[in-house]
């Protein structure tokens, strides 16, 4: 048996699926981007008149990423300590992986969950990042 978890505070999904699901003593959140709850602006995103991304800033993007995994956690009753697991997926890893690896250092500490991080061609938004976690519940 699992649980729905759709938090108050998480952005929109951009398709059929919730914030996370509990099952267990896990919690299984999707994919997250940076865009904010009610908010149709990216935050760290430029977009040009055909929506095409014309500037971006990674750092930006990954610390509202960074936001609304804390709020969905945190609404699921659970909290960011209680990460264990982190996919990570980047659309310029030789352009953006340092900087992200600063933050999630800086976010991190000494938590050291699982981490794997690829890149992708694109996101189904205009993101430059998004997250995939596991956490206990």
């Known amino acids: 048996m699992s649980d729905v978890i759709m938090s108050p505070r998480g952005p929109q999904p951009v398709g059929a699926y919730p914030h996370a699901r509990r099952v267990g003593d896990l919690l299984y959140l999707s994919g997250m981007g940076p865009r904010r709850k009610g908010d149709t602006e990216i935050p760290g995103v430029t977009l040009g008149d055909n929506g095409e991304i014309l500037d971006y800033d990674i750092a930006a993007q990954t610390k509202a990423v960074f936001d609304n995994i804390r709020f969905i956690l945190e609404d699921a009753g659970s909290r960011w300590e209680n990460i264990v697991d982190v996919t990570v997926f ?48």
């Open 90 to 137: 980047l659309t310029n890893i030789k352009e953006d992986f340092a900087t992200f690896n600063t933050l999630y250092a800086e976010y991190f500490g000494e938590l050291k969950p699982a981490r794997t991080t690829v890149e992708v061609r694109a996101l189904p938004t205009p993101i430059a990042v998004e997250l995939k976690v596991i956490a206990m519940a």
